[in-house]
């Protein structure tokens, strides 16, 4: 089956129909600069933009980087505060004429990477960090996600962790590779010591220089980078479409 994902970020909202059966594209990737500030109506526009070009009629994911519960975002780290109790589901909905799911782009990243990467065929615990402009996380418990778990916002050393470990703290405060090991081996061994997962897989753009930096992470748990790069947030919200189904 096919369904149309779409990912919301800072800087684009990216969409393209995924083949959920393989995880792959069934289309070109199509992506729109998000609106600023990204408000709800002007994003919701946007969403209604890709569905129309893709002259979508079936159920659509779309990620969001915020908590997310039935369909709400809850909060707005790194987004415009509008959003916090927003019902981006139902904005979606009408604004496309379709039924949308909506839900945290690291719960879509981790559903993606669950089902057609690094995680694949795992079943103890496993717990995926996606750093970018802010820390996303998604745990699951034999392949069973628990959404919006939040591990980006920790607080270590009297600071939410995304401040340290994010890849835009590493750009931003120009850490070397080493030194932002060094933060994020301290993150993960706070995780460990929370959850005891058997595996972490780090996902977000950095992780195609993964080379850079696993070697020099310092925690006893197995790490491996996340294989879907940019496309785990368009293929976890397909997935969670077909589910809607
Ligand atoms: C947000 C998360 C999001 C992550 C990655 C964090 O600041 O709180 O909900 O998953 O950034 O975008």
Same mark, same amino acid.
């Given at each position: 089956?096919?369904?149309?994902?779409?990912?919301? =970020?800072?800087? =684009?909202?990216? !969409?393209?129909?995924?083949?959920?059966?393989t !995880?792959?594209?069934?289309?070109?990737?199509?992506?729109?600069?998000?609106?600023?500030?990204?408000?709800?109506?002007?994003?919701?526009?946007?969403?209604?933009?890709i569905?129309?070009?893709?002259?979508?009629?079936?159920?659509?994911?779309?990620?969001?980087?915020?908590?997310?519960q039935?369909?709400?975002?809850?909060?707005?780290? /790194?987004?415009d505060?509008?959003?916090?109790?927003?019902?981006?589901?139902?904005?979606?909905s009408?604004?496309?004429? @379709?039924a +949308?799911?909506?839900? /945290?782009?690291?719960?879509?990243?981790? %559903?993606?990477?669950? @089902?057609?990467?690094? =995680?694949?065929?795992?079943?103890?615990?496993?717990?995926?960090?996606?750093?970018?402009?802010?820390? =996303?996380?998604?745990?699951?418990?034999?392949g069973?996600?628990?959404? @919006?778990?939040?591990? !980006?916002?920790l607080?270590?050393?009297g600071?939410?962790?995304?401040?340290?470990?994010?890849?835009?703290?590493?750009?931003?405060?120009?850490?070397?590779?080493?030194?932002?090991?060094?933060?994020?081996?301290?993150?993960?061994?706070? $995780?460990?010591? $929370?959850?005891?997962?058997? $595996?972490? %897989?780090?996902?977000?753009?950095?992780?195609?220089?993964?080379?850079?930096?696993?070697?020099?992470?310092?925690?006893?748990?197995?790490?491996?980078?996340a294989?879907?790069? @940019?496309?785990?947030?368009? +293929?976890?919200?397909? $997935?969670?479409?077909?589910?809607?189904?």
């Amino acid at each position: 089956m096919e369904y149309l994902g779409i990912d919301i =970020g800072g800087s =684009g909202i990216k !969409g393209a129909i995924v083949d959920t059966q393989t !995880g792959e594209f069934a289309s070109e990737r199509l992506r729109i600069d998000t609106p600023q500030p990204a408000k709800p109506a002007p994003v919701a526009e946007v969403v209604a933009e890709i569905a129309a070009q893709f002259k979508w009629r079936a159920a659509i994911g779309c990620t969001f980087p915020a908590i997310v519960q039935h369909g709400v975002t809850m909060t707005a780290a /790194n987004v415009d505060g509008e959003w916090i109790g927003t019902d981006a589901q139902q904005l979606f909905s009408s604004q496309t004429g @379709n039924a +949308v799911v909506v839900l /945290n782009d690291a719960d879509a990243a981790g %559903i993606a990477e669950m @089902n057609f990467g690094a =995680g694949r065929g795992h079943n103890g615990s496993v717990l995926i960090l996606t750093l970018g402009t802010g820390v =996303g996380s998604s745990m699951f418990i034999k392949g069973l996600l628990a959404p @919006n778990t939040e591990f !980006g916002h920790l607080v270590i050393r009297g600071k939410s962790a995304e401040l340290r470990t994010s890849d835009r703290a590493r750009q931003v405060k120009g850490y070397s590779w080493k030194r932002w090991a060094k933060r994020l081996s301290e993150h993960l061994r706070y $995780l460990e010591f $929370l959850i005891s997962p058997d $595996l972490f %897989i780090i996902g977000g753009g950095v992780s195609k220089r993964s080379e850079k930096f696993l070697p020099l992470i310092d925690c006893k748990t197995a790490i491996v980078p996340a294989q879907l790069r @940019n496309r785990a947030g368009i +293929v976890g919200a397909a $997935l969670a479409a077909a589910d809607l189904e």
